[in-house]
């Protein structure tokens, strides 16, 4: 279940990385398989570092990096003697900011309501998750089918509503899910 | 017993100096400078000389009362003067000769004449050489400056006779513009330099620097080695250069060679010597200056026409006839030269000063490093930001293009930002690719933002995310909400610091 999404469950390893310009960076750091930036595994390998020097192949490339600077979550790195300037954010930091900026509705947008009214019989993620878009996050039981309730979004789970074993109706909210597609 | 050669210099030209005395079989000498102690240099001399220049208000390098009296102290049988410091400063050659010491460039004289611009272009116009069309010497007034601007075509330079640092100097687009321009420029040369001389100019908007490498003897054999493209420069100061260049056709190479060598022959020049030529962008070419020194850019004529310009130098200067003749000199390939300066080109290339934690060069047959540092070296603000030139050479333009872009992608420092990134730019740069940069690039093309790319922006923000990443995972541990496992982000077998 769930193995060959890009997304695996641990959301605290989700972190956003903006450029002073604007440009911004969504980029996962799974514990045991290569990174995720902008949703896309990257064949980066990582090569050595040693104190703030880091080295990565890409593509046959080496691309050789030193932290320069370092301000809280604000950070110079230099890349082949060129600098750039990030700030990092944690997702919940960039989900809470967002929320603040009235983004919330869209947000709420992706919140998973009960298409029919049935009985919960198992549910697969816990709160803080992270999930991808059309991965199961619960199996709902109506007139003794089994429907897969899926995520319309990826996302980390806010709150779960439901617990296995409870009946629910029609529309009822089953999961709220913040979107990290925003 | 072996002659003793003294490199009144340091950095990566005593090095390459100290190479041809020890292959010519001489004693290498240097001076060891309180200002940098521990210079790479120091590792390769037979001899080291302690400066204690320390307290002193000049590097031993500027004080030629100091260099001559050690000198001779230690029985020094020749000087090279490297480039820069005293290389050209003809008080410094006559020192050498009245204490009996053979300094390696040609005459005093020379010096002096090559050193003075009006002389050395009136020598050139005696021997046919085309100058910068203009009036020749100051003219009287706004009046008489129009007569020639007219003559000369538009745009012209005004310069003040007396000036210097862009004082004095306006470029006059327009006929109607000249005599405003005139009083205000000459105003302004009055009240900075007591003189309100000016001269007229022909001035060229996109011009290209090329220099024809000159080798003489004291027998009156003078040959040249093709010429070097030096266009790319900031601050007028040349960062990458080529040779042969791309501007400059095998009819031209011969016409403009063979003007050189006369020029050379006519004013008795020996020893290394370069022809400066100003070329507008209808290919008329103009004389600008001779420079009586090795320069730092001799490597790529080295490189094309393997002539060893300094083992010459060492030679002429020991009186050794040139065994050279101008049909043995053949141009094979190209080469570039990149130099690595600790310049800050993502901020006007402001120097940078401090400890250099690592460095790696790129090896290969065709690359050549010219270094004056190594890791744990220091960079000191004393001394200028050049500390290593890469050079590289291929079988035609476009191959050496490639291939040193490929050798400044395996050159990394860490410590201190260079020029590499801005050489790694220039060489990608349709401009430069088409051949048709020229002095005024880097003013009116080059932008820092042409330095970034997507993919080293990417692998930025991947490093900065695994810094912030491996400490925020570890504090927020305490969490009871996520799940932590211990810190083994993908990186992070390698285990981080924290």
Redesign the interface.
Known sequence: MGTSYIYK?????L?I?L?ENG?R?K?Y???????V?NGIE?D?D?I??E????S?D?HG???????VS?DQ?K?I????????R?S?E?IFSYIRRGMINNLEKQLNDNNIIAPMPGKIVDIFLS??DLVNEGEPILILEAMKMQNEITATCNGVIRKIRVQSGQSVMKDELLVDINSIDV | MKKRILIANRGEIAIRIIRSAHKLGLLAVVFQSDKEPDALYLKYADEIIPAHDLLLDKPIFLDMERILSLAVEHQIDMIHPGYGFLSENPDFAALCEAHQINFIGPSPQLIRDMGLKTVAKSMAIKTGLPLVPGSDGPVPDAATAKVFADKIGYPVILKASAGGGGRGMRIVEKPETIERNFKSASDEALAAFGNGDMFVEKYLQNPKHLEFQILGDKYGNVIHLGERECSLQRKHQKILEEAPSASVTPEMRQQMGEMAVRFAKSIGYYSAGTIEYIMDEDGSYFFMEMNTRIQVEHPVTEIITGVDLVDWQIRVALNEKLTLKQEDIKINGWAIECRVNTEDPQNRFSPQTGFIDKIHFPVGDNIRIETGVQSGSIVTPYFDSMIAKIIVHGDNRSDVIEKTLKALYEFSLIGLKTTVPFCRTVLQHPDFVNATYTTRWVGHVYKPEMLENEEDELIAALTATIMYASEYLQLSSDVPTYKNDTLNVWVLNKRLNY
């Open positions: 469950r641990d959301a605290s390893r972190f990385a450029r440009k960076y980029i750091i799974p514990k045991d398989s290569k990174p930036i990257k980066i990582f050595e570092q104190d703030f020097h880091y990565f890409w490339k080496r691309f050789h990096c030193e932290l370092r979550n950070a790195i230099k890349v082949n003697g060129v600098e750039y990030f990092i944690s709160e803080g």
